[in-house]
């Protein structure tokens, strides 16, 4: 079985940097797994922490620059941390610095995938975290749940296992009302559940509940298990894998994106939108057809042959996201026209599809 275990701030930091005793606890776990011939992917946040334990900084600070040079201060620290652990059982490590744009790129996103895969072959264990140093954005909105997410999609792995530090996803706020009710399953996502998974995160780490839901969201469209459990008992990830119930299982969809499908959806970002008229909905929704230049009403922002960009119901609802054969000014001219009419207008035609349906995925 292939895992992605995301690891928190909030569950290996202490007051004055990391906790060593907690990063050796998850990392026997872990070592356990892996010597069953579970292959694992870490994705682990902690720069940060381990930077203002190292330059004794007690309050994370807000600026961006800032958080960007403590985590540089604390990279080194984190990494040998999990280095120093795991090779006391007997395992090699490897650090892994991803940032956005190797999941925005087609070429990048299967380079990476090559490389995980190979080290997961040499029985390797990668630690990935986004590269704090320059990443702004992940910074900013404190992704490395849905870093994790992606990780999972772009290696399919079978689960994701999110260690927080509570036991998992509650009705409530159990911070708030300790008599709040755990789930243990969660069939699907709705917009109730990601209500209820609202509120702030943590001192040191950049997620919170809400986070990890929408991470479980991507996830689990892709045909991955997603358990969020309590990071800090011991034994929990061998518990999970011998049939043990921990935590809240967030169930995978019955049918599963392809890698491809998983990039588009969620590894690459939108450049423009179409809106598309009722007709061409329901074909692309419900009969599964590619999109052709007479649904599309209207054309928004500008793109290239090959972007990605959503498509708009006529009420506003995003409902499919794809790569477009055509750019944006190509797409305005032919918009509402028949396929038979595309080289009278343009001169030339790529193909008879604005959007195919292999290149097309439904929104969740």
Excluded at 266 to 278: E, M
Aim: hydrophobic letters at 40%; a positive charge.
């Amino acid at each position: 079985m292939r895992l992605v275990v995301k690891i928190g701030s909030n569950i290996i930091a202490a007051k004055d940097g990391l906790d060593e005793a907690r990063i050796g606890a998850i990392a026997s776990d872990i070592a356990a797994a892996r010597g069953k011939g579970h292959e694992i992917v870490i994705v682990s946040s902690g720069a940060i922490a381990a930077g203002m334990g190292k330059l004794g900084i007690r309050e994370k600070p807000s600026d961006i620059r800032m958080k960007q040079a403590i985590a540089a201060v604390g990279q080194s620290s984190l990494m040998w941390a999990y280095e120093k652990t795991f090779a006391e059982k007997g395992w090699k490590v490897a650090q892994v610095l991803l940032t956005r744009d190797v999941f925005s790129d087609r070429a990048r996103y299967i380079n990476a995938k090559g490389t995980l895969i190979s080290l997961l072959g040499l029985k390797v264990i990668p630690i990935i975290n986004e590269n704090d140093t320059v990443a702004v954005e992940e910074l900013r909105f404190g992704d490395n749940d849905q870093l994790a997410a992606l990780v999972a999609s772009l290696i399919e792995a079978d689960r994701l296992i999110i260690l927080s530090d509570v036991d998992g996803f509650y009705k409530e706020d159990p911070r708030l009302n300790p008599n709040a009710e755990l789930m243990d399953i969660v069939e699907g996502i709705t917009p109730k559940i990601e209500k209820m998974a609202g509120g702030s995160g943590s001192l040191v780490g950049t997620g919170g509940m809400y986070s990890k839901v929408l991470a479980a969201k991507k996830a689990v469209t892709a045909g991955i298990a997603v358990h969020i459990v309590n990071g800090r008992k011991n034994g929990i990830i061998s518990g999970l894998l011998e049939g043990g119930r921990h935590g809240t299982l967030f169930m995978p969809t019955e049918s599963r994106l392809s890698a491809k499908k998983g990039w588009i959806a969620y590894g690459v970002k939108a450049k423009g939108t179409l809106v598309i008229d009722d007709g061409a909905k329901e074909a692309v929704m419900s009969r599964g057809k590619s999109l052709l230049p007479s649904g599309i009403v209207q054309v928004e922002g500008e793109f290239k042959s090959g972007d990605p960009v959503y498509c708009v119901s006529l009420k506003g609802e995003r409902i499919a996201k794809g790569l477009s054969n055509y750019s944006s000014r190509e797409v305005e001219k032919i918009k509402g026209m028949k396929t038979s009419e595309i080289e009278k207008a343009l001169g030339y035609r790529y193909s008879d599809e604005v959007i195919h349906r292999d290149n097309l995925v439904l929104t969740p």
